[in-house]
């Protein structure tokens, strides 16, 4: 499998950075910076994560670090032939998910433009396919549980959660 070398971390060991990760980038969750790690696991439980361990990013030399002063991660982008012509891309890495469809190509399209980006693998991309991706979002909402009451259920669905629809990171 390509892509970016991930590993996965027993919740109880992961650190900090990346609980807060995978809160927060991967689950979409909101998570304060002054959180402690007690309260991302129970986050992460609340919002309906049942295993053990989480997926992380592998320690590499291969992939530096691309953020801003304030640690926040950014896009590098640069001049690529895409399309017949010279355009600003920037690359990007669309992880598997465990849903159905986790491991389809992600279709996006532009101005009528159709592209299918494969997972797993790093991809350079045009700057306005990655605004698209950025902003496709999708509302989540809880389960019932078995033990809900009639009244719970009579009240409909409840306050969703927002999440990316797709969520990616920026390689180098």
Known sequence: MSGLPVEHVAISKANLKQLQDFAGIMM???????????????????AGWSKDTIPT???????????????????RSFQHEFGGKERECVAIMIPEEDKPGGSEPVPVACNGVPLWIPRNKREVIPMEYVEILENAEMFVYPQLSAAATMQQMEMGLREPRVVKQYPFSYVA
């Open 28 to 46: 979409g969750l909101d998570v304060s910076q002054d959180a402690k790690k007690a309260d991302i696991i129970a986050l992460i439980e609340a």
């Open 57 to 75: 990013l592998k320690k590499s030399s291969d992939i530096p670090v691309v953020s801003d002063a304030d640690g926040k991660p950014r896009p």
